[in-house]
């Protein structure tokens, strides 16, 4: 059983309020990454992060940021949210080398803007 | 860079019935392979993997996978399925010498399951 949490599980805000969605995990994998995923659809890399103060954009371009101050703790920004930023993110992390593939999940957060 | 192709969007089978869901991939070398199992609501649970080794893989839940090579596939495949087995399948790739950043999702398989 993978040890990643994500918080809040579901949060419904209003237009131009400052969120952060919380990642964390207790398995000390160094990678670490954020999927954006609409109902129904296929996830799109956001983010991604090989370390302690390393991170870098994915696929998909996004508002958001992060950063990884502790191997254990990536957390995700918006400074200003719209309702384009409605979705669901999934955050996930992986072991170095010869493991680094296997990706393991949270639960997601499922962000509603108003 | 690869990509990830699964030609079915939704699927439904009978509760008993075998499922075979289909995923094709592009890559120049031998990528690692994965699928993941999404429940509404919830985030990916890993059913099974291949690195190398034995083409068949056997995985959780009663489900098992081939890789072919020729084909550039990796179906996975449930000789009988339970209700409880309705969810999101996706299949992704990951490239050999690379971050996160090459680990790409297919757009995933919606299976229903008919009592």
């Known amino acids: 059983e993978a040890d990643i949490y994500q918080t809040p599980r579901y949060l419904v805000i209003g237009t131009g309020k400052k969120i952060t969605l919380e990642c964390s995990q207790t398995?000390?994998?160094?990678?670490m990454y954020w999927y954006q995923q609409d109902p129904g659809m296929e996830l799109h890399l956001i983010h991604y992060?090989?370390?302690?103060?390393?991170?870098e954009k994915g696929d998909l371009s996004s508002e958001s940021t992060v950063s990884r101050i502790r191997t254990e703790h990536f957390p995700l920004t918006l400074e200003s949210a719209r309702p384009s930023h409605t979705s669901q993110y999934l955050c996930?992390?992986?072991?170095?080398?010869?493991?680094?593939?296997?990706?393991?999940f949270g639960p997601g957060t499922r962000l509603t803007v108003t | 860079a690869q990509s990830v192709t699964q030609p079915d969007i939704h699927i439904t089978v009978s509760e008993g019935a075998s499922l075979e869901l289909r995923c094709n991939y592009s890559?120049?070398?031998?990528?690692?392979l994965f699928w993941y199992v999404q429940s509404p609501g919830q985030g990916l649970q890993l059913l099974l993997k291949?690195?190398?080794?034995?083409?068949l893989v056997q995985g959780i839940k009663g489900f098992e996978a081939e890789f072919k090579r020729s084909q550039s596939s990796f179906n996975l495949r449930k000789p009988s399925v339970h209700w409880s087995d309705a969810a999101e399948y996706f299949c992704?790739?990951?490239?050999?010498?690379?971050?996160?950043?090459?680990?790409?999702f297919g757009p995933g398989t919606r299976l229903s399951v008919l009592p």
């Open positions: 996930a992390s992986s072991e170095s080398a010869p493991r680094r593939y296997e990706q393991y």
């Open positions: 398995m000390g994998h160094d990678k």
């Open positions: 992060s090989y370390g302690v103060n390393s991170t």
């Open positions: 890559y120049g070398a031998t990528p690692y």
């Open positions: 291949y690195f190398s080794g034995d083409t």
């Open positions: 992704a790739v990951g490239a050999q010498g690379n971050y996160g950043q090459n680990f790409v």
